[in-house]
């Protein structure tokens, strides 16, 4: 295969390898992207919860909360075609054993200026009163994982970046001064390429590239996880409901499948692993293609129904697995900061992962910081 040059390289064609090669394209340079399955989105940016999250969710982060507030109406703008919020969303805070009581909830949302207010009557009773202390309603949606890669393709298209599909990116290595050489392989055909800037959008997989280029580890904290797809009773079609804070559980509507999802904090993560420098990481898409996990919906079921009597009534669809990674430090606050590695063992390559889809803000801004100081040294030398 020929030898051509760009100026990047994504490698990595889910929601940040996509909207990161568009911001490159868009201050001019000529982008490549690299996805190894057959159609973009097909991993973390399509098997999520779908949520866009607008701080409710982090009581425990208020840097991760008041991050969504900022992020959370700029994504709705700029991705209104594939939003869905034809439902109402409560967050239900239980007594025992939660991490927080409900005057704390309400008093951080008021920090994190988020509106809540009491959910009405017919939805209270919905719940245990014994085990739930508060309702509140909130103003949260979900986005459709089809329409957002439509959108996406879409934008890919207009724009004539090359993507290529069904190719996996096998290693990096560095080109001499400038250039980063890129070997892949598209079905049994190897080829190489040659870009100034490579980027690690493989999310799961961030690692399992680096250890291939004889680079180091970068620690993250991996979870096989389950999301259960579920047909829900009627009287709770048009809303969302997450039960806080701790092991506890949450149902919303999953706009791409017509259906909601049902997910738990303890039952959803079936395995967890790290990597670690000096260990050799988990390829984790290998590793969930070989396991047969089984499912923990009646798990789950059997929990969930202790505070949300209907829940007993979900008819089961199917699960969707996926390996969800996250920042190890994230583990005790649940906060969701954005892994942004620049120059990682070779001079322009550059490892970045979201921890929620929203967070692409946080990683624009980050590299357009990267590449305006790279320019301005550039120009600092030439003087
Ligand atoms: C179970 C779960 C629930 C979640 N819930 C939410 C939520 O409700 N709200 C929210 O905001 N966020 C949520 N997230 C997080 C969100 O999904 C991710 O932050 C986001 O999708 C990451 O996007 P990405 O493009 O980095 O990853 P991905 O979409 O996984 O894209 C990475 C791509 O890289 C490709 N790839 C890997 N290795 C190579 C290689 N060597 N060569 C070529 N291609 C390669 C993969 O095939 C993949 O398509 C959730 C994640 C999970 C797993």
Redesign the pocket.
């Known amino acids: 295969m020929s030898n051509k040059t760009y100026d990047v390289a994504v490698?990595?064609?889910?929601?940040?390898?996509c909207e990161i090669a568009l911001h490159f394209h868009e201050r001019g340079y000529k982008t490549v992207i690299?996805?190894?399955?057959s159609d973009l989105?097909?991993?973390?940016?399509f098997?999520?919860?779908?949520?866009?999250?607008n701080g409710y969710h982090y009581p425990r982060s208020l840097l991760t909360a008041l991050r969504s507030r900022v992020n959370y109406p700029a994504f709705v703008r700029d991705y209104r075609e594939a939003i869905y919020d034809s439902f109402k969303q409560y967050y239900a805070v239980a007594n025992q054993p939660s991490k927080v009581t409900a005057v704390q909830y309400r008093r951080f949302c008021e920090r994190i200026g988020a509106p809540l207010s009491e959910a009405p009557a017919d939805i209270r009773k919905l719940f245990n009163s014994d085990l739930i202390e508060e309702v509140f309603e909130t103003e949260e949606c979900a986005f459709d994982g089809n329409k957002l890669r439509d959108l996406t393709k879409k934008k890919l298209k207009k724009s004539k970046i090359e993507v290529r599909l069904g190719?996996?990116?096998e290693l990096i290595k560095s080109a001499g001064k400038e250039g980063i050489l890129v070997r892949f392989k598209t079905g049994g055909q190897e080829g190489t390429l040659e870009a100034n800037s490579v980027l690690n959008?493989?999310?799961?997989?961030i690692n399992?590239?680096n250890a291939r280029s004889g680079l180091p580890t970068i620690p993250l904290k991996h979870e096989l996880?389950e999301?259960v797809l579920v047909k829900v009773p009627r009287q709770i079609e048009d809303i969302g409901i997450t039960v806080m804070c701790g092991s506890f559980f949450s149902t919303m509507p999953f706009p791409a499948r017509s259906c909601h999802s049902l997910t738990h904090v303890r039952y959803t993560p079936h395995e967890t692993w790290y990597d670690k420098p000096g260990k050799q990481p988990k390829n984790a898409?290998a590793y969930l293609d070989g396991s047969n996990p089984r499912t923990s919906f009646s798990y789950m079921v059997s929990d969930a129904k202790r505070y949300l009597s209907v829940v007993s009534d979900f008819k089961y669809i199917e699960s969707l697995w996926?390996?969800?990674t996250v920042l190890p430090q994230s583990e005790h606050s649940d906060s969701r900061p954005i892994l942004f590695v620049t120059d990682h063992g070779i001079k322009g390559y550059i490892c970045i992962?979201?921890?929620?889809?929203?967070?692409i803000y946080d990683a624009l801004d980050e590299l357009d910081v990267y590449y305006d100081s790279k320019k301005k040294n550039g120009k600092k030398k030439a003087h």
Do not use: P, W
């Open positions: 490698i990595g064609g889910g929601f940040f390898g690299f996805e190894k399955e989105f097909k991993r973390a940016s098997i999520n919860q779908a949520r866009v999250h190719t996996e990116v959008c493989t999310y799961s997989q399992v590239l996880t999301t898409h996926e390996v969800k992962m979201g921890g929620k889809i929203d967070n």
